[in-house]
């Protein structure tokens, strides 16, 4: 008991000696005329948009002020575009309860989505294959495009303008904490400098600016991150039959997983993970050479070995010894005929963790905290995860009159996150490097992973509540 | 009577001590042969010094400092004090103790090859200048002073070969070669210069190893090796200056030792595995740095994991 509390005591001495020394000190008389806000977002991307909205919405900030500062120009959709955009999201049921809760999930169905109920996912080099799928075959997801997400968002902002202020086009170029004590004439809020030269003053300033969050950087938190040599190639194809089409395939190839995200019922948008000579191969190449690229990728067992194949078929009799049910029926993925023109585009892959996620007066959420592989689709999901957390603490902080900047309930949101979080950038990680080799051993042992999770229903069904949150 | 006794005793011998005390300043003048040898070689290349036209601006002897002011002209260099003419007049063209030294163990080298570093090839160079045998006695008896001039004079030389390939380099009569050729041609000269006496040379490296010899020859080492880095460029202010010249130490040692027992034809093997090392040496120098960086990406990963960990812990709950 002693030993712990001196352990804390170290800690805080430690955690205070290096927050002030990190932290820039710039003493600020601001002018008295300068607003004071709450709350402060910066960043309007998706989960930036959805923390100022969820804020909004909230009855506990009924009195505050929130402020949204994004840098690009505000998109207006006025009707929606035939073709799909090729920037799509998995929208989790949790997240998509988060946005139901400020009704913009409602706006999202009156424009579109599609639900998906099941996820096959197998491997390149074997035959292991896992289905994932709810009881009932409830929706286990849903894929979104990003549009319309920002759009049902941007709808909601408006809808609640007496409190939510959103700059467009202002990008902010400075920001500066308090220091560690009060000092008489200087300010104890964070003050933002604008591109245009003007100041901001607020109690919190919440960093939702993307994964070279400048932020981030700005407060001097380390990030541990590493680029993947792996660039991602999106695509919108069309399917050359229509079919039910609520099934996401994903599989996973020695240079990268390649996945298929229904759309439509004859739609379907393309992530393609590889290595980034072959995916700036796969964006230049002629439209039919691209199709044939992608079919061949689900369909071909050329890394297939007999190796791998007579022991995978030697755990799958055993594991039929021991557990007589039937094995999941292998669906195949449909088949492609046409890619959206000008629908191919790539972008850089990697990994991020911000060691802390707050600070006094300071909270990261969405990818300036996290960056994750597309492989399970839970960048944005994680990201919406954050935003509810968050709000979850600031709303019981706003009911208690407490200063919302305070470390007492910022710490308890950064310790509930890093621990969801931290263990799903681990085990997407480990399964990108796992999956990226095709050497036997490797190969041999995620074959009977699989093989086994496949079988055990009860982990089956913690990964995909796991997922699903 | 015993009490009479002992005191007298206690006398005799307090007085024994002050007679020794007496003559102590006789013996004095004599100091110990082994550092005369050393002054005398430290000496000799001083006044060889004088006779460049440029004395090399970096050089890790001590006497250095006295170099940067002497002309570059040769003069007759200033004879050290003599402890043989007491009348304190010199006379015209006397030589010097240690120049006779000099010029006794410059000739004894002629017949080491058929006697060895000993008193005998002493003893034999000083007979051929037309002095007395006797003359060895001046010398140590296991031959180290012998050993200490050779390596002195070869040092010397390998100082005036690589001043004049910089001369050529310099006036662009010849290419400037890259570092790793550059050592490798020098400790290859530098080798080379053993070959007359390699017979007895592992001897004499047995001798150079015995303690009193230990500071003068690790100092011709080592102001060798500083000699070979400042020819090849070296300009270096930090640790990197006692990392190159340790290294090209070793080298040199290493492939001095393998070529004591070389026999293939002009010593192929010796200087593969010289070129072998330099290589390696340079090799050595990409990876510390590719290690330096990956240490500094490691200590990194581990203070935000351990930061992650006191988060997910919730030790960071009392702040």
């Not at chain 1, 599609?114 to 096959?120: E, G, T």
Request: aromatic content about 6%; proline content about 5%; overall charge negative.
């Amino acid at each position: 008991m002693a030993v712990r509390l001196a352990v804390r005591g170290c800690g805080v001495l430690h955690a205070a000696a290096r927050r002030s020394s990190l932290v820039s000190c710039r003493r600020w008389s601001g002018n008295s005329a300068d607003t004071v806000y709450d709350v402060v977002v910066s960043g309007g991307g998706m989960v930036g948009a959805a923390m100022a909205c969820a804020l909004g919405h909230d009855i506990h900030f009924h009195d505050k002020k929130i402020l949204l500062l994004e840098a690009g120009p505000k998109k207006v959709l006025e009707k929606l575009p035939d073709t799909y955009s090729n920037r799509v999201s998995a929208v989790s049921p949790g997240s998509a309860t988060l946005l139901s809760s400020f009704g913009a999930w409602d706006h999202i169905c009156s424009l579109r989505y599609r639900a998906f109920r099941r996820m096959q996912v197998w491997d390149g080099c074997s035959e292991a294959l896992i289905m994932f799928d709810k009881d009932n075959l409830d929706d286990m997801g849903y894929i979104v495009e990003n549009d319309v997400i920002m759009h049902a968002l941007t709808e909601q902002l408006e809808a609640v303008s007496d409190r939510v202020t959103v700059l467009y086009r202002s990008k902010a170029v400075g920001y500066s904490w308090p220091g560690p004590f009060s000092v008489a004439d200087s300010s104890p809020w964070v003050h933002i400098t604008l591109g245009d030269g003007s100041n901001l003053q607020t109690t919190l300033l919440i960093g939702a600016d993307g994964h070279n969050s400048g932020v981030r950087q700005a407060a001097g938190i380390q990030n541990v991150s590493w680029n993947y040599d792996q660039s991602a190639v999106v695509a919108t194809l069309h399917l050359s039959e229509a079919t039910e089409n609520n099934v996401a395939w994903q599989r996973f190839l020695p240079s990268g997983p390649i996945a298929l995200l229904p759309l439509s019922d004859t739609l379907s948008s393309l992530v393609w993970s590889t290595s980034h000579d072959h995916a700036a191969q796969l964006v230049s190449m002629g439209e039919e050479e691209f199709v044939d690229a992608v079919n061949s990728a689900f369909w071909s067992d050329a890394n297939h070995s007999d190796f791998i194949g007579s022991a995978s078929g030697l755990l799958q009799y055993a594991l039929a010894l021991l557990k007589p049910t039937r094995a999941p029926a292998r669906q195949l993925p449909p088949s492609v005929a046409r890619v959206d023109a000008r629908s191919r585009v790539l972008f850089p892959l990697g990994l991020g963790h911000a060691a802390e996620y707050v600070r006094p007066r300071l909270a990261l959420v969405g990818d300036a905290a996290h960056r994750v592989h597309p492989l399970a689709g839970q960048g944005v999901n994680m990201g919406f995860g954050d935003v509810s957390s968050l709000l979850r603490h600031l709303s019981a902080a706003a009911f208690d009159g407490k200063d919302l900047g305070s470390l007492s309930h910022l710490t308890c949101y950064e310790t509930d996150r890093q621990r969801h979080n931290t263990a799903l950038l681990a085990a997407t990680d480990l399964l990108k490097r796992l999956y990226s080799t095709g050497a036997a051993p490797l190969v041999l042992l995620r074959t009977w992973g699989l093989q086994v999770t496949s079988a055990v229903s009860p982990l089956k069904e913690q990964i995909v509540a796991f997922a699903s949150k | 009577m015993a009490a009479a006794a002992a005191v007298t005793g206690v006398l005799g011998r307090a007085g024994w001590r002050l007679l020794q005390l007496r003559c102590l300043p006789v013996s004095r003048c004599h100091p110990p042969p082994v550092s005369r040898a050393f002054r005398a070689s430290a000496v000799r290349l001083r006044s060889s010094e004088e006779h460049k036209q440029q004395p090399p601006p970096s050089f890790s002897e001590q006497h250095s400092e006295t170099q940067g002011t002497e002309k570059p002209h040769a003069e007759p260099p200033r004879p050290p004090p003599r402890y043989t003419d007491q009348s304190g007049e010199e006379e015209e063209d006397y030589e010097s103790e240690e120049q006779l030294q000099h010029r006794i163990l410059t000739a004894a080298l002629e017949f080491v090859p058929a006697h060895g570093w000993t008193a005998e090839a002493i003893a034999q160079g000083a007979q051929s200048l037309g002095l007395s045998s006797a003359a060895a006695s001046m010398f140590e008896n296991n031959g180290s002073e012998l050993i200490l001039h050779f390596v002195t004079q070869c040092n010397t030389r390998l100082t005036h070969i690589l001043q004049e390939e910089q001369k050529l380099v310099q006036l662009g009569q010849a290419e400037k070669r890259k570092t790793d050729q550059f050592l490798r041609d020098a400790v290859e000269t530098r080798l080379r210069m053993l070959i007359p006496y390699i017979e007895h040379w592992p001897r004499a490296l047995s001798i150079l190893l015995l303690p009193q010899n230990i500071p003068p020859s690790l100092s011709l080492l080592t102001s060798m090796v500083d000699e070979m880095w400042h020819y090849a460029g070296d300009q270096s202010t930090d640790f990197n200056w006692y990392t190159r010249r340790a290294v090209l130490a070793g080298i040199y040692n290493t492939t001095e030792l393998v070529m004591m027992q070389d026999s293939s034809p002009d010593f192929e093997d010796t200087w593969r595995f010289l070129e072998n090392r330099i290589n390696d040496a340079m090799n050595m120098g990409h990876t510390a740095k590719q290690v330096k960086s990956t240490g500094e990406a490691l200590v990194q990963g581990l203070m935000g994991a351990a930061v992650t960990l006191k988060n997910l812990t919730g030790l960071n709950q009392r702040r």
